[in-house]
C-alpha cells in the first residue's frame, strides 16, 4: 500500500509540478548542492547557489542556503544529474522508502506486535512537514533506527547505518558520547569501524568530485550567520534571555547534558539497552543540540512509538499524543516561522507524552520481545 501510494503521488506530482514549484521546497538546496558537486564546481559556493535556484524559478523567495558537512554530500549527488522538479520527485521517494523501513524495523523491534500502530508515525508532525518541505532528516531517522535494529548482529553494519547522522552532527553529541563510551566499554569496536569506514568511503567521494570541498566549507562556515539567528532551541533561547552576543550561553545545555549522560550510562552500563536507556538519551541530544529545527525532531519518532506501544499495553489512551500532534500540525499549516519560539514547546511535549505512556509500567520502551498474550474471552 505504502508503495502504491508513493508511486501514485510520484505520477500526480510529475504530472502537475513544474520547476519553479520545486525550488518553494528546502529540496531546492540540495539539488544546488548536487549541481555544484557533479559539475566540479565549489558545493558552498553562495552566489553560485543562488544564481542556481534563481535560474531554476525561484524567484523573490527566500534562497535556501544547506550547511551540511562535505563528509555526506552523497546523497545530493543524483540529484545533479536532474532537473528540480525530477529531483523533487526522487528525493519525495527516497524519503518515503526510508520512513517506511524505519517504520517496520521499528514494528520488528517491539516485537512484532498483532496491531499496526508503527504507521501512526506516517502522521507523526514533523514527518509531515520533512516529507512537505523535501528535508533530509528522515535520513537521520532511518540511520537511528537501523543502527538499533543491527548493533547486536551486524555491528559494522551498524556503525556503517549511522554515516547519515553525519549531516547534522550537532544534533547527536550527547548521543555519540555515550556511544563512544559504549563502544570501549563493551569492546564493540566494530560499530566504530564500521563508522569510520563509512565515513571514510562518503568524504573520498566528496572530494573526488571536488577536491577543495573542505577547504570551501571551513571558509562558508567562517562567514555564515547561522549563530546569530533565533532557532526554536533551548540553548538559543537562554542566550536570547540572557545575552544574545555570548554565544558561548547556547551551550550551556550541551555542556549540561554531556555530564548527565556519563552518570546516566556509568551508573547504567552493565545493563545498558538501546532500545530503552537509548531512546531517552536520544531526547536528552536533541535538547540539548545548540541548534536544531522542527523537522529535525524526526528522529524522535522511536521514543514516541515507544510510548504508543507502552499506552497500548497499559490500556491507556491515545488522546494526549492525538492532540499534540494535532496541535503542532496547526501551526505548520497556519505558516509560522520554522524559526518561531513557538515550536519551543514540542520537545517537551513528546517527553510528556513518553512519560504518561510509560508511568508504573515498570519500564520505559518496549523492548524488542513481543507482549504478552491475553485470554480472550468470548
Request: include cysteine.
Amino acid at each position: 500500500m505504502v508503495i502504491a501510494g508513493a508511486a501514485f503521488v510520484a505520477g500526480v506530482e510529475y504530472a502537475t509540478q513544474t520547476d519553479e514549484q520545486a525550488t518553494e521546497q528546502d529540496f531546492i538546496e540540495f539539488w544546488a548542492i548536487g549541481q555544484q558537486l557533479v559539475h566540479g564546481a565549489n558545493p558552498y559556493d553562495v552566489p553560485a547557489i543562488v544564481q542556481l535556484e534563481r535560474n531554476a524559478g525561484l524567484g523573490a523567495n527566500q534562497p535556501r542556503i544547506s550547511l551540511s558537512p562535505p563528509a555526506v554530500l552523497f546523497p545530493m549527488l543524483p540529484l545533479g544529474l536532474m532537473r528540480p522538479k525530477t529531483g523533487r520527485i526522487a528525493w519525495f521517494l527516497g524519503t518515503m522508502g526510508c520512513l517506511s523501513l524505519s517504520l517496520w524495523l521499528l514494528w520488528r523491534l517491539h516485537g512484532r506486535p498483532d496491531n499496526r500502530l508503527h504507521l501512526l508515525g506516517f502522521a507523526f508532525a514533523p514527518v509531515i512537514v520533512c516529507l512537505i518541505s523535501g528535508q533530509l532528516s528522515i535520513f537521520l531517522l532511518t540511520g537511528i533506527v537501523l543502527f538499533l535494529s543491527l548493533h547486536k548482529t551486524r555491528p559494522i553494519l551498524a556503525g556503517a547505518a549511522l554515516l547519515p547522522c553525519a549531516l547534522k552532527p550537532h544534533l547527536f553529541l550527547v548521543f555519540a558520547l555515550v556511544l563512544l563510551l559504549w563502544v570501549f566499554y563493551r569492546r564493540a569496536f566494530r560499530v566504530l569501524a564500521g563508522f569510520a569506514a563509512a565515513l571514510l568511503v562518503s568524504c573520498g567521494l566528496s572530494v573526488w568530485f571536488d577536491p577543495h570541498v573542505w577547504a570551501q566549507y571551513f571558509a562558508m562556515m567562517g562567514e555564515t550567520r547561522v549563530m546569530q539567528s533565533f532557532i526554536p532551541t533551548f540553548g538559543v533561547a537562554l542566550r536570547f534571555l540572557i545575552d544574545r552576543n555570548a554565544v558561548g550561553l547556547q551551550f550551556v545545555p550541551l555542556a549540561a547534558g554531556c555530564l548527565w549522560a556519563l552518570w546516566y550510562f556509568w551508573t547504567r552500563r552493565s545493563r545498558w539497552d538501546w532500545m530503552e536507556q537509548g531512546l531517552i538519551l536520544l531526547v536528552v541530544s536533541d535538547v540539548c543540540a545548540p541548534y536544531g529545527y522542527f523537522t529535525d525532531e524526526c528522529i524522535l519518532l522511536p521514543f514516541v512509538l515507544a510510548g504508543l506501544y507502552a499506552a497500548a499495553e497499559a490500556k491507556r489512551s491515545f488522546v494526549p499524543i492525538a492532540l499534540i500532534d494535532a496541535a503542532a500540525l496547526v501551526e505548520v499549516y497556519a505558516q509560522v516561522n520554522i524559526i518561531s519560539p513557538w515550536y519551543l514547546w514540542t520537545v517537551p511535549a513528546w517527553v510528556g507524552w513518553y512519560v504518561y505512556a510509560t508511568r508504573k509500567t515498570g519500564r520505559r520502551a518496549s523492548p524488542a520481545e513481543p507482549a504478552p498474550a491475553t485470554k480472550r474471552t468470548e
